[in-house]
């Protein structure tokens, strides 16, 4: 099998052979990103800050890289709703400096963007079906997305929703934690996804930078609500309604992500369990 990080090289060595820079690399998607790219030149919050205009177009022009992909986000969605500035500063202008020094050097962009750009109020979204936000960081998220059409053209933004993976706070790890430690675990049942395994989003990375420039859906397959999602993995999950589990930040009710450029990736199941396993592994 031809290794991931090739097949995008070679793809891309017309325009400059091979280099590849990853932002917000040490989050969770970024981690996974990194083994993926093994090559790639990394840079953290530390050494990448994606809200300063002047460092992110300096940084870019020194690499002058092929590729940029950018992971780094404010992922807190009930932190945004208190700290508005900071989730437009991250998530809306960040993407749009990364996509202005991109157009400069002439640089593909992969950016990342989620389901809670929708309102959660139809069966499914298509990837150009109309943005409806519900919550700071879905508006915050549409305006990366706005931004980075309106500096570039050579993008691929990819929509994901339900991430869980090793080097972040997830919902898998939560579950799992509170299972050991309470007799019942209540998870809300009324809220309805696609859960996503940032090693599979990672690996379908390499194919979407070949594809054409535009906005694409990758998640695993399969659909369900959040309690579902723990019964896969834990003996003690008990459903709840999100108005009995009130959150800071409204999420969209059914969030579906329909994928109707690429091939389906493997069953949210399948990867859960090998997630799992690859955590008792490690332990
Ligand atoms: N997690 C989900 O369920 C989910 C769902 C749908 C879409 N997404 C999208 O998928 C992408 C990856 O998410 P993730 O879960 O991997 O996020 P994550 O684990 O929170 O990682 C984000 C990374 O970005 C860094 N960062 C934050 N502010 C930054 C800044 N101003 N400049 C540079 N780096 C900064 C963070 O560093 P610090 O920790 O040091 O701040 C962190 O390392 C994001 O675009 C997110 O919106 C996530």
């Not at 840079?43 to 460092?55: K, V, W």
């Not at 990837?127 to 960081?137: G, W």
Request: glycine fraction near 8%; proline fraction near 6%.
């Amino acid at each position: 099998m031809v290794h991931p990080e090739r097949m995008v090289v070679e793809t891309i060595k017309e325009i400059n052979p091979g280099k590849i820079v990853i932002f917000g690399a040490n989050g969770m998607l970024g981690h996974a990103l990194q083994q993926v790219f093994p090559k790639a030149h990394c840079f953290g919050h530390r050494d990448g800050e994606i809200t300063n205009e002047d460092a992110v177009m300096k940084m870019v022009k020194r690499e002058r890289p092929a590729v940029i992909i950018n992971a780094a986000a404010y992922t807190d969605v009930d932190g945004c709703e208190d700290n508005r500035d900071h989730a437009f500063a991250v998530n809306g202008y960040g993407p749009g400096y990364i996509a202005a020094a991109c157009s400069e050097v002439g640089a593909i962009l992969v950016h990342y963007s989620t389901d809670y750009i929708f309102d959660g109020t139809k069966p499914e979204y298509h990837e150009d079906d109309l943005p409806n936000p519900l919550s700071i960081y879905g508006e915050s998220k549409l305006m990366g997305e706005v931004s980075i059409r309106k500096n570039m053209d050579d993008y691929r933004i990819i929509r994901t929703s339900w991430l869980f993976g090793s080097h972040g706070k997830n919902f898998v790890d939560t579950i799992l934690g509170l299972s050991a430690k309470i007799p019942e675990v209540r998870v809300v049942n009324d809220q309805i996804g696609k859960p996503t395994y940032t090693v599979d989003l990672a690996h379908a990375t390499p194919d979407i930078i070949s594809r054409a420039p535009g906005v694409y859906h990758i998640t695993n397959d399969g659909i369900c609500s959040w309690y579902e999602f723990a019964s896969a993995f834990i003996p003690n999950a008990t459903p709840c309604t999100t108005a009995e589990f009130p959150r800071k930040a409204k999420r969209p009710g059914y969030s579906v992500l329909a994928n109707t450029k690429t091939p389906p990736l493997r069953h949210w199941r399948e990867a859960v369990r090998e997630y799992i396993q690859t955590k008792r592994n490690v332990v």
